[in-house]
């Protein structure tokens, strides 16, 4: 409690960093380089468009079940919602049933009834704890009991057919996939949401809900809020969660709870509330497909699943034990900047990556290579080579010219990514003053969007439209 | 005087929701009763008792918590209005029960018999004790609620399910209730301090395979039974060292250590071996008297765990009442820093708390062994969550202070109770698992309220 406090005085004396100058990010980022870095080393695979668009489907479920724990912890009162897992449980089973039924075909339809059950659950949630005032774990568990019960009535065994339009979401064959979409955008969202005086609101109620009710913070309302918006993320993890299994199951999405719970305390949530963020979360979760990643390659036989839980135990134990030494550095350290230190290790394990997929040298390459055990769909050099192309200077064989073509498309996309990035975040940053800076970015971003839509209509990925439009774009 | 009679207010928006969903409700009825093809006599008797009933519900229920000040103004008060004032939820509570019982006797086909008119009755007669008698009892209401449901719950399973109050079936059901409250003692403790130990499941399944797979090995039953009892001490006692140097983190870390123990358990006990995971192994035949069903103490037909159990219920609830052990215990639970302030060592109380825990979690590990005869990892899962709701339902207070170990014997009897009674109407464990959920919601709010926000400040 005092920790989070102290951390919240911190960051009201620098109001323009916001959220994100958490040194609590410094354990999970470390983490992530070394278990992507470690990963990578041992199936270079995972960097190829198939390796990462199936960790991306794979681990968007977890990640979002953990933004949805994440926005309810952050509301205090040792809000740890245990029910999240039967709650995408229960909305798969009953997604999986109506769709069954001839109910739900239309995509928007499936969409909102996720959200909507997600919300509304939550809001029941919220209203209990708020009036009955019983403390929200003991409500949680409730909800778990009932919830997980209740899945098992609705469809007593594993079975049932995922929409049709999300039949081939699960294949993960490409990075852009529309699962990826969903969680770029949930991301976003909670980005843009972080801005607003709600969530200055919210953090505040999470670290001292009576410092929040004296202040005049209308504490009813925001811990609404903050249900609400942890039962639509709640929804979209169903939704992934359908489109990774592709059918109904009752009792999968239960282990949910325990994970997320899990990855959420790795990405430097506290608990007990006030402190937490998608980046965080994101980390938090990734570094738990990470380990089971790493841990797959391996390749323990049949102690799998002991071997991943030992570590699971041991990681998020030590990665605790190692938040208690954040203090020090606090006071050695004033000017902590997570993004500064993503970058800079980012760019040693981009490093790592670029060796592991493309050294050539037999040497720096031990025979991991046929231990893949993971990714089985790969064709991994045609790929291995599209990363390189766009950088390599020497005159360009037919072959090279044909991988450059390939590879034009992911280069646009890159760069259209990055823009779009700076752009959201100089929108997010003058939002709060009253110029025309904010319309004038929005009505640059959409014209860069449209530019590149344009560029894409005209010629289907053709490579000469593609490099001009990236140096249009980075002016 | 006609304003005295008048509900509690709520405000506008909360009333608007209240009637709209109470007629989008009525409206649902209203469909399926024609679509049933019933008489438009019952349906529109069933429509109005619904929408009363939910109003009802809405008004008072959520009334109740909204304002709490509802100020009455003195004098002139009549005896009659003055029981009227003072019991009337619990009246409006028998109104909504005949007029359930009445709709549900109405429309469904051989309900309205002898015995379930006799449970009504009862269940009628619970809530005006607990409405009566249960004011007298502030100190310990959780108690006398649980105990006034339990007499309840058996008194009408006894009616209505064939060989509910059989010596066999009692004697089942207190074995198992002597396993999940053997689980529990640990969880209560902690709890008691304000923490939570969600290892104590994972230490089961890891004590239960680790004896087994000691045993396996040649190691004499005995001396495994003490390495396998002081194993789970030993982890105890590093749950509650890092608990306590990772404040309000007991939560999580305690989750972390339960997964690190039973994937490290179950890794060793599958070097070597081809059964990833699986043990084999016979287990002693005093292990397994100890726990089976037909086993016997000293002659008696009662398996000894159930003595056991009785033995630990006494020594610790005379032991937290009298000793120096149990005050300091609550006191750190109350207030760490006045507790401090008298030299209780806030650590030793910890560790030692999280230490019985781990005991009692690989001892119950150990007796679940007896009884089923063979290791298995997962024997424990279901703990994790029961014995939460034990301490619970039994009324000790998560937050530390409150309460104590014969609260939670209650709780684990309530639930015991109510599983089989579940089972005896013919419920599958999902439905059990449901109505568990639905249960504790309710009993907890009627003791365990926090206070609003305005009275903390």
């Known amino acids: 409690m005092s920790d989070a406090a102290a951390n919240v005085g911190l960051d009201t004396a620098r109001p323009a960093q916001g959220g994100r100058a958490n040194p609590f990010l410094l354990v999970p980022i470390t983490l992530f380089f070394l278990l992507l870095g470690l990963a990578v080393l041992r199936s270079p695979s995972l960097m190829s468009s198939a390796g990462i668009g199936s960790a991306i489907i794979v681990a968007t479920p977890l990640i979002l079940a953990t933004y949805a724990l994440m926005a309810s912890v952050i509301s205090g009162r040792g809000t740890v919602d245990l029910s999240i897992g039967p709650l995408i449980g ?96 949930a991301s976003i969202a909670w980005l843009l949401f972080t801005r607003t005086a709600f969530y200055t609101h919210l953090r505040l109620m999470g670290s001292d809900e009576r410092a929040a009710y004296t202040s005049g913070v209308p504490i009813y309302v925001v811990r609404i809020g903050a249900h609400v918006i942890s039962g639509a993320f709640a929804g979209l993890a169903a939704i992934t969660f359908t489109a990774l299994i592709s059918s109904g199951d009752p009792s999968q999405g239960t282990t949910y709870t325990l994970i997320a719970v899990t990855a959420l305390v790795l990405g430097g949530a506290s608990l007990a509330g006030g402190r937490g963020g998608v980046f965080g979360s994101f980390l938090g979760a990734s570094n738990l497909y990470l380990i089971t990643f790493v841990l797959a390659t391996f390749n323990f036989g049949a102690v799998q699943s002991f071997v991943t839980n030992l570590a699971y135990g041991s990681i998020l134990v030590i990665s605790l034990l190692l938040t208690l030494i954040i203090p020090f550095i606090q006071r050695h350290i004033h000017n902590f900047s997570p993004l500064l230190y993503f970058i800079g290790l980012g760019v040693v394990a ?17 025979a991991p290579v046929d231990e893949i055990v993971v990714m089985q769909s790969l064709s991994p050099i045609a790929l291995e080579k599209l990363y390189i192309g766009p950088l390599e200077v020497a005159a360009p064989t037919a072959t090279d010219e044909e991988l450059r073509q390939q590879a034009g498309p992911l280069v646009l996309a890159a760069l259209l990514l990055i823009v779009i990035a700076v752009f959201v975040r100089v929108a997010v940053s003058q939002s709060d003053r009253r110029t025309i800076a904010p319309a004038v970015t929005v009505v640059v971003a959409a014209l860069v969007l449209f530019g590149a839509y344009l560029m894409r209509a005209q010629g289907p990925f053709a490579p000469n439209s593609s490099e001009p439009a990236a140096t249009e774009e980075s002016r | ?260 123990i039973s994937g490290g358990v179950q890794i060793i006990t599958s070097i070597g071996t081809a059964y990833g995971g699986n043990v084999f192994g016979t287990v002693p035949d005093w292990l397994s008297n100890l726990a089976a069903m037909n086993g016997s103490t000293f002659g008696l037909p009662v398996p000894p765990v159930i003595c056991i159990w009785a033995l630990i219920v006494i020594v610790l609830i005379v032991g937290m009442r009298l000793t120096v052990y149990g005050r300091y215990l609550y006191a750190l639970g109350v207030n760490r820093t006045s507790a401090k302030r008298v030299m209780i060592s806030e650590i030793t109380y910890w560790v030692m708390m999280y230490a019985i825990s781990g005991f009692f979690a690989a001892l119950t590990g150990g007796l679940l062994l007896g009884w089923s005869g063979g290791g298995f990892i997962g024997v424990g899962d279901q703990y994790l969550f029961l014995t939460l709701a034990a301490v619970v339902v039994g009324g000790t207070s998560l937050l530390g202070g409150q309460g104590g170990y014969g609260f939670t014997v209650i709780g684990v009897l309530v639930l015991q109770v109510l599983s089989s009674f579940l089972i005896g109407i013919g419920l599958d464990f999902e439905w059990q698992q449901f109505i568990f959920g639905l249960l504790i919601l309710p009993m907890v709010a009627l003791y365990a309220r926090s206070p609003h926000i305005r009275t903390q400040i």
């Open chain 1, 350 to 366: 981009m490093g790592v990556i670029l060796h592991a997929t493309n050294d050539r040298d037999p040497r720096a390459r031990p």
């Open chain 2, 1 to 260: 005087m006609t304003t005295l009679a008048q509900p509690p207010k709520l405000g506008l928006p909360a009333t608007i929701i209240g009637v709209a969903v109470g007629i989008i409700l009525t409206a649902i009825g209203v469909v399926f009763g024609f679509l049933q093809g019933l008489s438009v006599q019952l349906i529109i008797l069933a429509a109005i008792a619904t929408l009363a009933a939910f109003v009802w519900g809405w008004r008072f229920v959520l009334g109740q918590f909204v304002s709490d000040a509802g100020s009455v103004p003195e004098g002139e008060i009549s005896e009659g209005r003055k029981v009227w004032l003072q019991f009337r939820p619990a009246i409006y509570g028998l109104i909504a029960i005949l007029a359930l019982f009445l709709v549900l006797s109405l429309t469904i086909e051989g309900f309205f018999n002898v015995w379930n008119v006799v449970s009504l009755l009862i269940i009628l007669t619970i809530i005006v004790l607990t409405r009566t008698l249960g004011r007298h009892f502030q100190e310990n209401r959780s108690a006398f609620i649980g105990i006034m449901v339990l007499a309840g719950l058996f008194s009408i399973g006894s009616m209505n399910i064939e060989g509910f109050a059989s010596a066999n079936n009692i004697k089942s059901m207190l074995l198992f209730a002597a396993f999940l409250g053997i689980a529990s003692v640990g969880q209560t403790l902690v709890a008691l301090l304000g923490g939570l130990d969600l290892s104590i499941p994972f230490i089961i399944g890891a004590a239960n395979v680790g004896l087994l797979y000691l045993i396996g090995l040649g190691v004499p039953p005995w001396l495994a039974a003490l390495i396998v009892l002081a194993i789970g001490t030993l982890l105890g006692v590093i749950n509650g060292f890092l608990s306590y140097k990772l404040q309000g983190q007991a939560l999580i870390v305690t989750l972390g250590t339960g997964f690190a």
């Open chain 1, 90 to 185: 229960f909305i798969n089973v009953t997604l999986i049933q109506l769709h069954g039924a001839g109910i739900l075909t239309n995509p928007i339809a499936i969409f909102a009834y996720a959200i909507l059950i997600g919300a509304l659950y939550q809001f029941l949630f919220s209203l209990i704890v708020i009036y009955v005032r019983v403390q929200p774990i003991i409500v949680s568990l409730s909800g778990y009991l009932a919830l997980s019960g209740m899945n098992l009535v609705i469809l007593p065994r594993p079975g049932g057919v995922a929409p049709q339009f999300m039949a081939d979401w699960g294949l993960g064959t490409s990075i852009f996939s529309p699962v990826f979409a969903i969680l770029v955008i």
